[in-house]
Nanobody, 127 residues
């Protein structure tokens, strides 16, 4: 079993930055894919970015150049640095893990592919 707990959400003005964190505990052995998803009101949950246990990253086009995913394996932490935030980035952000698996698989954007989910952290960007 794996437990994922997100933190770091909040409210920010357009153009601002936020850093989300996800603390992982339990059976977090490799290989795995860790990803950030987001869900805006009335919309489907969408994949934002994923990172493999070996550090390979995969980004959705909508956030390339603005968001950066990273992980600290020693601390079992996942991070999402979000810069140049836009109102359309407003959503609940979720951390998810697929184990075993690789984010380089085309399935990484599919919510059903993941074994574990966190409870989410809200990000609100005002114009």
């Amino acid at each position: 079993q794996v437990q994922l707990v997100e933190s770091g959400g909040g409210s920010v003005q357009s153009g601002g930055s936020l850093r989300l964190s996800c603390a992982a505990s339990g059976d977090t052995y490799s290989p795995y894919c860790l990803a950030w998803f987001r869900q805006a009101p009335g919309k489907e949950r969408e994949g934002v970015v994923g990172i493999d246990s070996d550090g390979t990253t995969t980004y959705a086009d909508s956030v390339k150049g603005r968001f950066t995913i990273s992980q600290d394996n020693a601390k079992n932490m996942l991070y999402l640095q979000m810069n140049s935030l836009k109102p359309e980035d407003t959503a609940m952000y979720y951390c998810a893990m697929r184990r075993p698996g690789y984010c380089s698989d085309s399935w990484w954007i599919l919510t059903w592919w993941y074994n574990y989910w966190g409870q989410g952290t809200q990000v609100t960007v005002s114009s």
